[in-house]
């Protein structure tokens, strides 16, 4: 771990407990793992080699999504998914419609064989504005939430400081203006997250703005301490 990993745990202390999935109706969402994103070298924001974050992630959503669904709980997973040539900047193209990267990783491509997981294709970072209906104004997310009664929602996914973080920051606003009356909890599960690396250094020689730096550890704390400040819970373990 970073000198400035270790400072971060310290000045910005994080509290983890653990998640009872039966103690109320509780769902889970699942953000964005595709291949473009965790599959090694599947696309400009895979990752490059291996990752052992990335890795776990997918085993432990994986093990959690086949609870979910073996205990009849609903799971609702996000698919990055852009209209080819379509940009969403500052990114590079990404997760195109076709491309394969859209697609779920293949160790839970079996949810989309499965009556109770929603599958919601968004084409930008914040999950829960990419599930509204441009036309209609209608939140796919919010009427999950709402059809099932959710008194809980457990997160998981990639990357922990983008992704995951935008959407659970306004899962929680959505919750306190009033959208989802039964909702009382958003959780996010760390052994489910990650997220990408791109140290300063790495950054500047591949001829990017030190302001592209993105350090693992750094980041992944900063999400998770952003999102425990805004009202998330966080969750190391999941009964
Ligand atoms: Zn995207």
Redesign the pocket.
Known sequence: MSDAAAMLRDALPLRFDSFDAAARPTGLVIVDIVNGFATVGAGALAPPAPDQQVARMVRETDALARAFIAAGRPVLAFL?S?VPGKP?PP?PP??EIGSGEEQLVPELAWLEAEATATLVRK?CINGFVGAMDVNTGRNAVADWVNGFGLESVLVVGICTDICVMDFVLTLLSARNHGLMPSLAEVAVFEPGCATYDLPRALAVSLGLPETAAHPKAVTHHAGLYFMASRGARLVDAVA
């Open positions: 990055d852009h969403e990114y990404h997760c084409d």
